[in-house]
T-cell receptor
């Protein structure tokens, strides 16, 4: 199994531009999570999908952020327009149905720099 | 909601020293607890987890953690660290108030471990 695949690995963009981050979860995992990691705030849960449906998006910082999961094998996190304070590493993780027993499998992350 | 505290921001040890990283959580009910490790430039990997049974949990690479319910703690330990253990360590707890019956993992802010050769 290739694990959770994220793309791109690095993204540098100018303030105001749209950024799209992509994630392919492990096949058979029905839960998908987007986290943001910064020095100041650590790992923050942004949004959580179960069976492709957004369940909890209370962590999404503002309306500039949106996430979709059109099918079981693909999810996107979009920032429009991007701002320098969005610079962070964005991790996608997926899980089997029983999160408590299995924990999550994380992707390698996308390092986003907004200049 | 559940919260996780890791009190040590950065720990510096020499090789062969013993390690204990603190983790405290806030929720008093049934808990599921995890330790993840993030090596420099890499993604988070699961070290060990507790969900029931023996409160002393053994994980990979010689790590172990002890769940002490009365102290709301799940400290990570290793008797003798190696230079290759240099990484950031995250404690996590399942928060049953977020994400329905499955809950979501809430992470502490992490503890950076630097091991001097």
């Amino acid at each position: 199994d290739a694990g959770v695949i994220q793309s791109p690995r690095h993204e540098v963009t100018e303030m105001g531009q749209e950024v799209t981050l992509r994630c392919k979860p492990i096949s058979g995992h029905n839960s998908l999570f987007w986290y943001r990691q910064t020095m100041m705030r650590g790992l923050e849960l942004l949004i959580y999908f179960n069976n492709n449906v957004p369940i909890d998006d209370s962590g999404m910082p503002e309306d500039r952020f949106s996430a979709k999961m059109p099918n079981a094998s693909f999810s996107t996190l979009k920032i429009q327009p991007s701002e320098p304070r969005d610079s962070a590493v964005y991790f996608c993780a997926s899980s089997l149905p029983r999160t408590a027993l299995y924990g999550y499998t994380f992707g390698s992350g996308t390092r986003l720099t907004v200049v | 909601a559940q919260s996780v505290s890791q009190h040590n921001h950065h720990v510096i040890l020499s090789e062969a020293a013993s390690l204990e990283l603190g983790c405290n959580y806030s929720y008093g009910g049934t808990v599921n607890l995890f330790w993840y490790v993030q090596y420099p430039g890499q993604h988070l990997q699961l070290l060990l987890k507790y969900f029931s049974g023996d409160p002393l949990v053994k994980g990979i690479k010689g790590f172990e953690a002890e769940f002490i319910k009365s102290k709301f703690s799940f400290n990570l330990r290793k008797p003798s660290v190696q230079w290759s253990d240099t990484a950031e360590y995250f404690c996590a707890v399942r928060d049953p108030t977020r994400g329905g019956s499955q809950g979501n993992l809430i992470f502490g802010k992490g503890t950076k471990l630097s091991v001097k050769p």
